[in-house]
C-alpha cells in the first residue's frame, strides 16, 4: 500500500505542479502586458514590472490551486485509467475508499500549502509590490472616494483602555508608500454625538503603541451647546461657536487605528488580506457598531477555502473510473476546467447574494464546497453503480 501511495502521490503531484506553473505563466503574462501602460512613470521601469508581476504570483498561486489540483487528478488519474493500471488497482482490492484516502493524504499536504500562501506568503508579497509600485511611480495611494477615506474610532478615557467619552471620525485624504498619511480630519465627538473638537493635519506618522504623531496642523474647540443640532457628520463648521482655535507643528493622538487596519481599509479587495487583518477589522467594525459582514465573509472564505482542494480532488476521482471510449483525456481535462471555473464563479455569486441578504458568512464560505462535494458523491455513486 505504501508503494501505491508513492506511486500516487508522484503522478498526481507532478501533473499539478504542471498545471499550476502553466496556469501562474499565463497570469505573469497577462499581468505583465497590464502594467506595460505603467511603464515610465516616474522611475517605474520595466524591472519593477517584473518584480511587481513576481509579487503577485504567491496571491494567484493560492488562488489557482484547488482548480491545479483537480485539472492535474483528473489528468493523472485519467492516464492511468487509459493505461488500465487503475483497473488493476482496482482487481487488486483497491476498493473506492482506499482510493479516497490516497488522495486526501495527497490533498491534506496540498490544503497545507494553500493555507501557507494565503495566510502568510500572497499577502505579505502582495503589499510590497504595491508599495514598491507606488514608490517607483511617486504617487500616494488615494481612496476611491473623492472625499478621501473615512473611518471610526472610539475616544476613551485611558487611551485605547478604559470607559468610552465619545466618539472620532477620521477622514484621510491619502496615504504613501512608506505608510504616512497626508490630508487628515479628526471630528472629535461627545457621548451626545455634539461636536467638540475638530483637528486637521497635513501629515501623520505611526509611532508604534497606537499612537500616531501628527505634523502642521490645527486644532478647534467648539462649544458643546452650539454642537447640539449637529448629530450627523454632514456638518458646516461654519456655523459653530469657535471657543478656540490653535496650530501646532506637533501633536500626538492616541488611537485605535492601528497601520494594520489602514492597510485593510486602503485595500480594494479584502479576499487579499490574511485572514489575521480580516479578523482584527471585523472585529474593530463590530466594536464601532459598524457593519463587519464583507470582512467576516471573507474570513471564512479564507478559513474555509483549502478545504477546496479536498472537494476538487473528491471531484477528479470518479474519472478514474470512466473508460477510455467515455471520452479522452483531453475532453477530461476540459471538464474539470469548466468544473474549476463554476466552483470560483459560484464563491463570487454566494459572496455577493450574501451582502445582499445578510446570510450567515460562515454558511456562505462553506456552500459551494458543500455542494460540489455532495456533486462528488453522487458522480462516484454513479461510477460504482455502472
Request: charged share 15%; no cysteine; aromatic share 12%.
Amino acid at each position: 500500500m505504501k508503494v501505491l501511495h508513492r506511486y500516487f502521490r508522484r503522478e498526481i503531484t507532478q501533473s499539478v505542479v504542471f498545471v499550476l506553473l502553466a496556469f501562474l505563466a499565463l497570469f505573469a503574462f497577462l499581468e505583465l502586458n497590464g502594467e506595460s501602460a505603467v511603464i515610465g512613470k516616474g522611475e517605474y521601469r520595466l524591472q519593477h514590472a517584473f518584480l511587481y508581476v513576481l509579487a503577485g504570483l504567491p496571491q494567484y498561486a493560492y488562488d489557482a490551486l484547488p482548480i491545479a489540483a483537480l485539472i492535474g487528478t483528473i489528468y493523472a488519474l485519467a492516464q492511468l485509467a487509459a493505461r488500465s493500471e487503475f483497473t488493476i488497482m482496482r482487481a487488486s482490492s483497491m476498493s473506492t475508499w482506499m482510493a479516497g484516502g490516497i488522495l486526501f493524504r495527497i490533498g491534506f499536504i496540498l490544503a497545507i500549502i494553500t493555507f501557507v500562501f494565503g495566510e502568510f506568503i500572497a499577502p505579505v508579497s502582495t503589499q510590497w509590490g504595491q508599495q514598491m509600485k507606488l514608490r517607483m511611480v511617486g504617487t500616494g495611494l488615494s481612496h476611491e472616494f473623492r472625499s478621501g477615506l473615512w473611518t471610526k474610532d472610539v475616544i476613551k478615557s485611558n487611551g485605547v483602555t478604559g470607559t468610552a467619552i465619545g466618539t472620532r471620525f477620521i477622514n484621510v485624504g491619502e496615504t504613501s508608500a512608506d505608510g504616512t498619511l497626508q490630508n487628515l480630519k479628526f471630528y472629535e465627538f461627545d457621548q451626545d454625538f455634539r461636536l467638540k473638537n475638530l483637528i486637521t493635519a497635513k501629515r501623520a506618522h505611526f509611532q508604534g503603541q497606537n499612537t500616531w504623531h501628527l505634523s502642521e496642523g490645527v486644532e478647534t474647540v467648539f462649544d458643546g451647546d452650539a454642537g447640539k443640532r449637529w448629530t450627523t457628520m454632514d456638518l458646516n463648521v461654519k456655523d459653530l461657536k469657535i471657543v478656540s482655535a490653535k496650530g501646532f507643528k506637533e501633536k500626538n493622538i492616541v488611537s485605535e487605528i492601528t497601520p494594520q487596519l489602514m492597510t485593510v481599509l486602503f485595500a480594494s479587495d479584502p479576499d487579499r488580506m490574511s485572514s489575521h487583518d480580516l479578523a482584527l477589522f471585523s472585529s474593530h467594525l463590530t466594536e464601532n457598531r459598524q457593519s463587519s459582514q464583507r470582512y467576516e465573509i471573507a474570513f471564512w472564505k479564507k478559513v474555509t477555502y483549502p478545504l477546496a482542494v479536498f472537494v476538487m480532488m473528491a471531484l477528479a476521482l470518479p474519472f478514474a473510473y470512466l473508460h477510455v471510449r467515455s471520452g479522452g483525456v483531453s475532453l477530461k481535462i476540459f471538464i474539470g476546467i469548466m468544473m474549476g471555473i463554476s466552483f470560483h464563479l459560484l464563491n463570487s455569486l454566494f459572496s455577493t447574494l450574501a451582502l445582499l441578504n445578510t446570510w450567515p458568512p460562515l454558511l456562505t464560505a462553506i456552500a459551494p464546497s458543500f455542494l460540489y462535494f455532495m456533486l462528488a458523491l453522487l458522480a462516484l455513486w454513479r461510477v460504482e453503480r455502472t
